[in-house]
């Protein structure tokens, strides 16, 4: 049921040019005849003739050209076999296309040049040997034998070695880098002090953290930046910042690598690297540093003493102060206390108020402290 119902409806057309009756789909607007080929359009369900030329289905068919002068057929000759025409017509399709003649003027000319040889630079032109059947270039090729003799396979065969040249695959204007050199420092690295032993020992820049290797102590080596008042404990071997607004104060404790102080400071220091203070304030312990920088109109307490490898005083400093360098004191800067030292710069208006001690043998490297390792204590 469903297949008569979605049957594609089909209509009979005839042929305007045979008269041939065939059946095509209800929806066709042009096509061509089954019995002779040739081509008609469809309207309203009739077959109309193409009002053109007449075109067989079965001949290839292009752009139209300058149609050349026909040769007269003759009764003596056979007709000539349908594809010699560029186009076949419906009343020519049973005369048989005619072959079509030269344009006029047109002559065969001989086909003059060079061999392959020549052209591609072989062999020369004028040993080409002019027509031969053979051509110059065969006949002084080698044969196969000579051939095998230089071939891979000839080399393997004799266990000789073979040596193939290797091709250039960097461009011309490469340079070669020079080949990668060791660091003879190695990592960079910089000295870290314990805090407990006072063991001193060379850690990676980029570390986080590290491990005394004589005691065992965890040395953090994170910065900080005090930004409030506080009274607690700070251990690090990092950086520490006090800003103007924040402070350590009431016994509280700070270790630390460099130290800025710009706000208030009581506290128990232990610095190893720069110790800048530009705010008063008092440092209680002993503090040890690299340097020491009291700035102008800045007056810092040390009642335990100071020992550091060079300072400048600008400012008062109130205590004992041994250096194992240079000591400079600025005009107006104040000295309280003892110095020993190896070398004093006292500017003009600067003042040492304790005993003055200049000896090259000065030393501030801290004795080693019993070892400690506090996985073994309860």
């Known amino acids: 049921m469903f297949g008569k119902r979605h049957r594609t409806k089909k209509v009979d057309l005839t042929c305007p040019h045979c ?16 019995t002779c080929g040739g081509h008609f359009r469809v309207r309203k369900g009739i077959a109309l003739a193409h009002p053109g030329l007449r075109v067989s289905g079965l001949a290839e068919a292009g752009e139209p050209r300058a149609r050349r002068p026909v040769a007269p057929a003759s009764p003596a000759e056979p007709p000539a076999p349908l594809g010699d025409s560029w186009l076949v017509s ?16 047109e002559a065969e000319e001989p086909e003059t040049g060079i ?18 059947d053979s051509p110059a270039l065969g006949r002084e090729a080698q044969g196969r034998d000579a051939l095998a003799r230089g071939s891979i396979a000839a080399l393997i065969g004799a266990q000789q070695t073979v040596v193939i040249a290797e091709k250039e ?9 020079s080949p990668r050199r060791r660091r003879e420092d190695g990592v960079p690295s910089l000295p870290v002090r314990c805090y407990r032993c006072y063991h001193v020992q060379e850690v990676s820049r980029y570390a986080k953290s590290s491990q005394c290797e004589r005691c065992s102590t965890y040395i953090s080596l994170a910065n900080y930046e005090i930004k409030t008042v506080q009274s607690h404990a700070l251990r690090t071997r990092g950086d520490v910042t006090i800003t103007k607004r924040g402070g350590l104060v009431d016994g509280s404790e ?5 130290l800025v102080v710009n706000g208030t400071l009581d506290a128990t220091v232990d610095c190893t690297g720069d110790a800048v203070f530009r705010h008063s304030g008092t440092a209680r312990g002993r503090l040890h540093c690299d340097k020491l920088v009291v700035e102008k109109d800045c007056e810092v307490r ?25 000591v400079r004191i600025a005009r107006g800067g104040l000295l309280e206390g003892d110095l020993a030292a190896v070398e004093l710069e006292l500017k003009e208006g600067g003042h040492v108020s ?7 043998a000065t030393s501030t490297v801290l004795p080693l402290r019993q070892g400690f390792n506090p996985s073994v204590i309860g």
């Not at 304790?354 to 090259?360: A, N, R």
């Open 19 to 34: 008269g041939h009756s065939q059946q095509e789909p209800a929806l066709v607007v042009s096509s061509f005849c089954r």
């Open 254 to 258: 700070i270790a630390c690598h460099h």
């Open 302 to 326: 040390f009642p335990d003493g100071v020992m550091a490898r060079r300072a400048e005083i600008a400012g008062r400093l109130v205590g004992d102060l041994t250096c194992s360098g240079k």
């Open 115 to 132: 061999s392959a040889g020549a052209f591609f630079g072989l062999v020369d032109e004028s040993q080409e040997g002019g027509t031969g």
């Open 354 to 360: 304790g005993e003055t001690k200049l000896d090259p």
């Open 169 to 177: 695959r960097m461009p011309p204007n490469y340079v070669e880098p």
């Open 90 to 105: 419906a009343e020519a399709q049973n005369e048989g296309a005619r072959p079509l003649l030269p344009p006029p003027g």
